[in-house]
């Protein structure tokens, strides 16, 4: 599985971007794919993650202005960043999983999202 994404850039603070993630399989066979994100000296962390069938969840820092959603035509997912502050700014890596019958764990590259006036 290859994974793009794009759609990182510089934002002042309170506005929006749209992050893609384009997957080489339809993404319908993956269980889970998600977003995770990177600030300098700071660990990876998750951002938000939709199932197969569509159900999410998202870190408390992301709840209300995030947005994960998928295109299964395009095999590509989203994430929607509403009302962003300076702390967001890391770089946004995409991730997809495979639970069965092995676990496999997919990384695309980053993308850098800089929020800053």
């Known amino acids: 599985v290859q994974l793009q994404a794009s759609g990182g850039g510089l934002v002042q603070p309170g506005g929006s971007l749209r992050l893609s993630c384009a997957a080489s399989?339809?993404?319908?066979?993956?269980?889970?794919m998600g977003w995770y994100r990177q600030a300098p000296g700071k660990q990876r962390e998750l951002v938000a993650v939709?199932?197969?069938?569509?159900?999410?969840n998202y870190a408390e820092s992301a709840k209300g202005r995030f947005t994960i959603s998928s295109d299964n035509a395009k095999n590509t997912v989203y994430l929607q960043m509403n009302s962003l502050k300076s702390e967001d700014t890391a770089v946004y890596f995409c991730n997809a999983k495979d639970l069965l019958p092995a676990l496999r764990i997919y990384w695309g590259q980053g993308t850098l999202v800089t929020v800053s006036s």
């Open positions: 399989v339809r993404i319908r066979s993956i269980d889970i």
């Open positions: 939709i199932t197969s069938d569509g159900r999410t």
